[in-house]
């Protein structure tokens, strides 16, 4: 069974601290690795697909990585309209048109 | 373009009512999705359709029914409203969960309280 496990739930950082976010992952053949931002009140919004290990992707003050068991997002020098929710999400080879989420880390970025 | 609308966006519901939730979308996208989310526990899929006229059951199903007549349109249904279905729901839609520049497109959700 296909499984996402995020740490920590929650993260709180000083304006230009930067940190990692971390998402663990059990899945039989992965096909993608999603990460979305959720802010409160709102639907989430796709960020990055990761298609194997080693692939890196950036968008700004984010970069996520991806190894064979678990994805980063790392936060550079962060602000507080980076302040979120961010979710990470499988979409494995015998999920057919299925993802699976993880439960989320709340990140919140003080001035 | 609206995207992924969802109606309504916030509702009340005493035990046993039923009522229907609406996802439309203008982009003309096979897939459908609807989750939950509750407290710590990340979206969870409900039900899925991988186009019009097709429906299937995603990790927890039990005690909801959908339906896809028209392709851009996703029908969840709460036959008989329980406490524990108290949530907020979201929907999403997608050409293919393989496009790397926008896998999945959700809606704001609606936030539903079983009293």
């Known amino acids: 069974e296909d499984q996402v496990t995020q740490s920590p739930e929650a993260l709180r950082l000083q304006e230009g601290e930067s940190s990692s976010l971390n998402c663990s992952y059990t899945?039989?053949?992965?096909?993608?690795l999603f990460w979305y931002r959720q802010d409160p009140g709102k639907g989430p919004e796709f960020l990055f697909t990761?298609?194997?290990a080693g692939e890196e992707k950036e968008k700004e003050r984010l970069k996520a990585t991806l190894t064979k068991k678990e994805s980063f997002l790392h936060i550079t020098a962060p602000k507080p309209e980076d302040s979120a929710t961010y979710l990470c999400?499988?979409?494995?080879?015998?999920?057919?048109?299925?993802?699976?989420f993880g439960s989320g880390t709340r990140l919140s970025i003080r001035p | 373009n609206a995207g992924v609308t969802q109606t309504p966006k916030f509702r009340v519901l005493k035990t046993g009512q039923s009522m229907t939730l609406l996802c439309a979308q203008d982009m003309n996208h096979e897939y459908m999705y609807w989750y939950r989310q509750d407290p710590g526990m990340g979206l969870r899929l409900i039900h899925y359709s991988v186009g019009e006229g097709t429906t299937a059951k995603g990790e927890v199903p039990d005690g909801y029914n959908v339906s896809r007549l028209k392709k851009q349109n996703f029908l969840l249904g709460l036959e008989s409203a329980a406490p524990s279905q108290t949530s907020v729901y979201f929907c999403a839609s997608s050409y293919d969960l393989s496009d790397s520049n926008q896998p999945q497109h959700f809606g704001d959700g609606t936030r539903l309280s079983i009293l």
């Open positions: 990761l298609y194997s």
């Open positions: 999400a499988v979409w494995g080879y015998s999920s057919a048109s299925k993802i699976i």
């Open positions: 899945v039989s053949g992965l096909r993608g």
